[in-house]
């Protein structure tokens, strides 16, 4: 398998399955792989939910980004980004440094995936019907989505594995 050139970064709705995704390519590609969820929890030791209950969602944002800036200057190769990373008009800056790939999600495929428990430790989730609240996401972010990403995957009926297969072939035809 031809090595990365760049760092692929994985953007998308919640439930789009990067993290699973990015774990699976990265053991295919032996790269090291990060989740920036967890990245961001790690550095604040403090979940996801109570860090947006702490400091409020832009404060969430500054930490997002400076994770991803982390990440990436730290040799991180594969990326699974946060639903919310292309918010930030700085992060969008450095996912244009990587190989970005929109993994597409309908709003009903996501909240089946998600599970009560996924979806209680999801902020931007909270006090609403779930697959209401995704549809609204995508809308608002649809375009950043598109606007950021190099390549779009279809993730709706497909495994993880075959949305791995998908990403590869999608950055194979990029050109450095
Ligand atoms: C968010 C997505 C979450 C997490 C936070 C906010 C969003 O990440 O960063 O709860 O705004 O879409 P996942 O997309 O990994 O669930």
């Given amino acids: 398998m ?18 699973s ?12 792989v990060a989740d920036l969820d967890a990245w961001v929890e ?21 930490r997002e980004r400076r994770a991803l800036e982390q990440a990436l200057a730290g040799g991180v190769r594969v990326l699974a980004c946060g639903g919310g990373v292309v918010l930030d008009p700085i992060a969008r800056e450095r996912l244009r440094e990587c190989h970005t790939v929109w993994l597409e999600v309908s709003a009903a495929e996501a909240a089946r995936r998600l599970g009560a428990t996924d979806v209680a430790r999801r902020p931007m989730l909270q006090g609403r019907d779930t697959q209401n609240r995704l549809s609204e996401l995508l809308t608002q972010r649809g375009e950043l989505y598109r606007d950021s990403a190099d390549a779009r995957v279809v993730t709706d009926g497909a495994s ?4 791995a297969d998908r990403v590869l072939e999608a950055i194979e035809g990029h050109a450095p």
Avoid: Y
């Fill in 2 to 19: 031809r090595p990365l050139d760049r760092p692929l970064a994985l953007i998308g709705l919640m439930g789009a399955g990067k993290t």
């Fill in 160 to 163: 993880v594995e075959q949305v």
């Fill in 42 to 62: 790690a550095e604040a030791g403090l979940s996801i939910a109570e860090l947006f209950d702490a400091e409020g969602e832009p404060s969430f944002r500054r």
């Fill in 21 to 32: 995704v990015a774990q699976c390519l990265g053991e295919r590609l032996a790269v090291p």
